[in-house]
């Protein structure tokens, strides 16, 4: 069987596969993509059942990727929101003031923004091949493509840049493991729990409701509105101290002791299911930027994982393929990309610890309450802390509000 021979190879085509497959394209660059499972049966990321948003580095990623992306949301039941004025969040005890900041907010499923991305030309490959990755073609000299298992037989697939869109299971750093090539992880325990349920409210309502935990719990919930005015409703805690329930009854009980009565309210309506419990107990960040190999990359959860509760992982992973096109353009090995995706998971990595009582470099609670005030009172630093919060501004700049300070504006690799 003859070798098949391509500039991009990737390995996966779910939301990073899709949006690898973009920037390749925009790069002037072929691509095959590997994909196991068709279309039609793919299950995604085993917590694609849960609550979904969309955050504004999300948003303005796929946009740079796919123009034109955000007028397509609603098509794919999404569902927008301007912060503050259309969102309630109580962060610390305290509510946020109702402010038009300039600022969206998306809900929408992750299956159907999968559904949204497979819809738009830019993301079908020039190949696709049914079949699995299963290693990868290693020299001296680096990566030079991947060994597939598909339907017509094993063969191997050449490539001037292999990328590992595989998710968090992926096998790549156990292959690159067996080969004498060691791949840092950096594993942080965040037994992280969701619980989910749909609800069709008692009354209309509109706009998104976010608790986020109180000093001294780990409870909190989220509720975003669906296209069909329907809500998922997600709560969330710490397994050891503060499992969330899957009954109906222990479901309104644990809203109830949230310190916000937003869900509570809402959850006088109807639940439309049973809650769906999704657990993450660890998260893992595969450091292909310490080392990284010639000729393969990682992106989305195969690059790092994060805990989900800050909504990070889409954002991560479509700012990574943006980045990795322009690396093209330059490279057609993308030379360089790794250290770039290495800022972006430092990033996602900063934010999932903010409130982590083992970082000195993060804001305290008095800190937190001075920030909190300065927010109330100016604007512009209610502004900087929910970019902050959409990974549109380094965690830094909480340290700067805390002490009354403009926050200084960061390096273009925020932009």
Known sequence: MDDIKTDVLVLGQGIGGLLVTAAARAAGLSSTVIERAPTDRRAGVPHASQLHNLLGRGRRELERLLPGITADLPLFDGVRARVSTDTRVVDGGRRALERDLGRELWSIPRMRLEDALRARPETAPDA?????????????????????????GPRPIRADLVVDAMGG???????????????????????????????????????????????GSTRGGLASPRADGSYAVSLNGIGAVDRPPVTEAEFRAYAR??????????LEGALLDRPALFRRPVATWN???????????????????????????????????????????SSPSADGFPAHAGRVRSAVWDLMT???????????????????????????AQAAVIDVMHLLAPVATLQAISRGEVPVPADSFWE
């Open 169 to 215: 299971t992926s096998p790549v750093v156990a292959w690159l493991r067996a080969e004498g090539i060691e791949v840092e992880r950096t594993v942080t325990e965040v037994d992280q729990w969701y619980s989910t349920a749909l609800v069709r409210p008692a009354r209309a309502l509109s706009g998104f409701i976010m608790v986020f935990p109180s000093p």
């Open 257 to 266: 002791s949230l310190p916000d009565e937003g869900i509570t309210e809402l």
């Open 287 to 329: 450091r292909h930027d310490l080392a990284p190999v010639a000729g393969l990359v990682a992106v989305g959860d195969a690059s790092g994982s994060p805990n989900p509760l800050h909504g990070q992982g889409v954002s991560g992973t479509a700012w990574e393929a943006r980045l990795l096109g322009r690396a093209l353009r």
């Open 128 to 152: 696709l091949i049914p079949g699995r990755a299963v290693g990868l073609l290693l020299t001296p000299d680096g990566c030079g493509g991947a060994r597939v298992d598909s339907t017509g």
């Open 354 to 380: 903010l409130h982590s009582p083992l970082r000195a470099d993060v804001p305290d609670a008095a800190a937190w309450e001075r920030i909190n005030d300065h927010a109330e009172e100016d604007p512009a």
